[in-house]
């Protein structure tokens, strides 16, 4: 094909809409902390995709507000789609969402996980979602119970110690 046909920018113009994020297809619960931290982030662009629109000439203003917009799309969805659970009005008789469970592993040290949403996961806070496999593994099981934890690098044992909700 000739590069006559081909359209390119013309250097001061910000890319077209970039695609959206993609969303996860499970149910979309979340703990109360964590929709106030989706509401605040959504907020928070908002704010700086305004202060970016005043910079209509500047390229790099319109770059990054394409980026916001696209950030915004996928944060107004995860919100539309949020199903709120409260731990503290969780049973105390399995584990559910939003538990903090304790867990010892096969050298006997113990370990504490807290089950939240996808949004609120984080490894070094050891926040894991409910729908990941040690999450999967945990929900419904109670104290004494044991349960394996798939794992890349190899399943592991765990014991449940406790579970409480906050």
Known sequence: ??????????????????????????????????????????????????????????????????????DLRYLKRRLERAVVIDPARQSNDRIRFGAKVTVLDEDDRAIQFTIVGEDEACAA??????????????????QGDLVYWERPIGNLELEIVSFQYE
């Open 1 to 70: 094909m000739s590069r006559a046909f081909v359209k390119e920018p013309d250097g001061d113009q910000a890319e077209d809409d970039l695609p959206d994020l993609p969303q996860s297809d499970e149910p979309n619960y979340i703990t109360p902390n964590g929709f106030n931290t989706l509401q605040n982030k959504y907020k928070k662009l908002l704010d700086r995709k305004k202060q970016l629109e005043v910079e209509k000439e500047n390229l790099t203003a319109k770059t990054e507000v394409k980026q916001i917009e696209r």
């Open 125 to 142: 806070t050891r926040q894991i979602s409910w729908s990941s496999p040690l999450g999967k593994a945990l929900i419904g099981k109670q």
